[in-house]
């Protein structure tokens, strides 16, 4: 079974950036789908960013021209470079990679504070 383990997340005021890491404990290369997803409390989990296909990417029209998702296959790792984040930002980040099913992280938090 796939491990993902995701880093980066802590507490930043609004305005500021964080980068978020995600390591797949098995290969992967460009052909697995990568991805982000948060949830804030109360709320249901919604796709921030995906990279597919080599570099295709795809975002959430509200973290379009904040966020940047990454990966470097060498390092069968994804990334998230969040940056002019908001309050609204909060949430626990999950990042996923199919790679026979879709494997989840456990989870980071981010918390902007206003």
């Known amino acids: 079974q796939v491990q993902l383990v995701e880093s980066g997340g802590g507490l930043v005021q609004a305005g500021g950036s964080l980068r978020l890491s995600c390591v797949a404990s098995?290969?992967?290369?460009?052909?697995?789908?990568m991805g982000w997803y948060r949830q804030a409390p109360g709320k249901q989990r919604e796709l921030v960013a995906t990279i597919r296909n080599g570099d295709s990417t795809n975002y959430a029209d509200s973290v379009k021209g904040r966020f940047t998702i990454s990966r470097d296959n060498a390092k069968n790792a994804v990334y998230l470079q969040m940056n002019s984040l908001k309050p609204e930002d909060t949430a626990v980040y999950y990042c996923?990679?199919?790679?026979?099913?879709?494997?989840w992280g456990q989870g980071t938090q981010v918390t902007v504070s206003s």
């Open positions: 996923y990679l199919v790679l026979w099913k879709i494997n």
């Open positions: 098995q290969s992967i290369d460009s052909g697995n789908t």
